[in-house]
T-cell receptor, first 111, second 112 residues
Framework: NAGVMQNPRHLVRRRGQEARLRCSPM?????VYWYRQLPEEGLKFMVY????????ESGMPKERFSAEFPKEGPSILRIQQVVRGDSAAYFC?????????FGPGTRLTVT | DAKTTQPNSMESNEEEPVHLPCNHS???????IHWYRQLPSQGPEYVIH???SNVNNRMASLAIAEDRKSSTLILHRATLRDAAVYYC?????????????FGTGTRLQVTL
């Protein structure tokens, strides 16, 4: 049973470009969460989605960030017009109910 | 989510037991106690969770105080691979699945 998959593992973008981060949850998991970890800081919740629905987006920045979890395919975290402050590790997690299983993360570097 | 308090860091010798404490004096009756850990350059990893009774699994044991205001994660024989940041997190179980609120955790160093 494959774990949570994230791709790409490393992503480099210039300021102003768009970044798309993908997350494939564990088989059978219908809950997906995105977290961000800035350099030398703790993990911060961003958004919680179920299939085709955003359940909790209280941690999402108001502008430039969006997330989706379509009926088919992976969950996508999209960052438009990236800035240097967006450089961080972005982790996706999936769950059935209680335990969350995390992916290896995507490390975004904005130059 | 109710707040938890953990020591910033702890050290242990390899092959010895490690007791990682967590205080959660404002825990509510519907909060589960969860532990996750994050190894260097990796995503967090679920360790264990419990409500009232002590819990054991292949990774660790969780000892919960009778008044539930504190708990202790026990690694029975620390190895170098257990060096990580350990997070104690409270989650309300009355609703459906919900976000994890990570604090600063305890950085565990394991030495030979």
């Amino acid at each position: 049973n494959a774990g949570v998959m994230q791709n790409p593992r490393h992503l480099v973008r210039r300021r102003g470009q768009e970044a798309r981060l993908r997350c494939s949850p564990m088989k059978g998991h219908s809950h997906v969460y995105w977290y961000r970890q800035l350099p030398e800081e703790g993990l911060k919740f961003m958004v919680y989605l179920q299939k085709e629905n955003i359940i909790d987006e209280s941690g999402m920045p108001k502008e430039r960030f969006s997330a989706e979890f379509p009926k088919e395919g992976p969950s996508i975290l999209r960052i438009q017009q990236v800035v240097r402050g967006d450089s961080a590790a972005y982790f996706c997690a999936s769950s059935l109910r209680y335990e969350q299983y995390f992916g290896p993360g995507t490390r975004l570097t904005v130059t | 989510d109710a707040k938890t308090t953990q020591p910033n860091s702890m050290e242990s010798n390899e092959e010895e037991p490690v007791h990682l404490p967590c205080n959660h004096s404002t825990i509510s009756g519907t909060d589960y106690i969860h532990w996750y850990r994050q190894l260097p350059s990796q995503g967090p990893e679920y360790v264990i969770h419990g409500l009232t009774s002590n819990v054991n699994n292949r990774m660790a044991s969780l000892a919960i105080a009778e008044d539930r205001k504190s708990s202790t994660l026990i690694l029975h024989r620390a190895t170098l691979r257990d060096a990580a940041v350990y997070y104690c997190i409270l989650r309300d179980y009355t609703g459906t699945a919900s976000k994890l609120t990570f604090g600063t955790g305890t950085r565990l160093q394991v030495t030979l």
